[in-house]
């Protein structure tokens, strides 16, 4: 199984900081990757798919970028409502992993 | 809007199996994949596999083969997700979620509220 290792698994941050979350997998993975963002007690949500789309209604201080193996997501200007977990999900081969998980505390 | 709603939640024997539903409105069931994705107590997503509604096709991620099994009733749009021989370990939340494809990709664009399982003696 290909193996995604998210950093930092946590990091502080302030409202308005500019925010970098990576993501490495294990092999390539091509642009099969996505972000999903998770406020306590709530279902997953989508936020960049194919490495640097952004969901519709995502707004556009988040973005992604990278390749083959290593990837980044970024938030420009950290907003109150960005503090949650962020994690990586490739969908270029089976079985589908998961990043670890990067918490956002402010 | 799309809607995945996701039955109650459960607490099981060790030994037990339980079903979890998913039961989806306002879009054409038998034309997206459902996956399962689940999530211990403070811990990370897991993916556990697909279910083709359509074909009734199923993928199993190799730590559930043998235990899991997904299965749907397209007359009510709905898709079931059964464990069996629950141990401690897989208390957690499991989320029914639906699958769009954008070129190559995949992503899941909308996802149930989850259904908490909880395994205890």
């Known amino acids: 199984a290909i193996q995604m290792t998210q950093s930092p698994s946590s990091l502080s941050a302030s409202v308005g900081d500019r925010v970098t979350i990576t993501c490495r997998a294990s092999?390539?993975?091509?642009?099969?990757l996505g972000w999903y963002q998770q406020k306590p007690g709530k279902a997953p949500s989508l936020l960049i798919y194919?490495?640097?789309s952004l969901q519709i209604g995502v707004p556009s201080r988040f973005s992604g970028s990278g390749s083959g193996t290593d990837f980044t997501l970024s938030i420009s200007s950290l907003q109150p409502e960005d503090f949650a977990t962020y994690y990586c999900?490739?969908?270029?081969?089976?079985?589908?992993?998961f990043g670890q998980g990067t918490t956002v505390r402010i | 809007q799309v809607h995945l709603v996701q039955s109650g939640a459960e607490v099981k024997k060790p030994g037990a199996s339980v079903k979890v539903s998913c039961k989806t409105s306002?879009?054409?069931?038998?034309?997206?994949?459902i996956h399962w994705v689940r999530q211990a107590p403070g811990q990370g997503l897991e993916w556990m596999g697909w279910?083709?509604?359509?074909?009734?096709?199923?993928n199993y991620a190799p730590n559930f083969q043998g235990r899991v099994t997904m299965t749907r009733d397209t007359s009510i749009s709905t898709a079931y997700m059964e464990l069996s021989r629950l141990t401690s370990d897989d208390t957690a939340i499991y989320y029914c979620?639906?699958?769009?494809?954008?070129?190559?990709?995949?992503?899941?664009?909308?996802w149930g509220q989850g259904t908490l399982v909880t395994v205890s003696s």
């Open positions: 979620t639906k699958v769009r494809h954008s070129g190559s990709s995949s992503l899941f664009d909308y």
């Open positions: 306002t879009y054409t069931f038998t034309g997206n994949y």
């Open positions: 279910i083709n509604p359509n074909s009734g096709g199923t």
């Open positions: 092999q390539g993975i091509r642009n099969d």
């Open positions: 194919a490495v640097s």
């Open positions: 999900l490739q969908d270029y081969s089976y079985p589908w992993t």
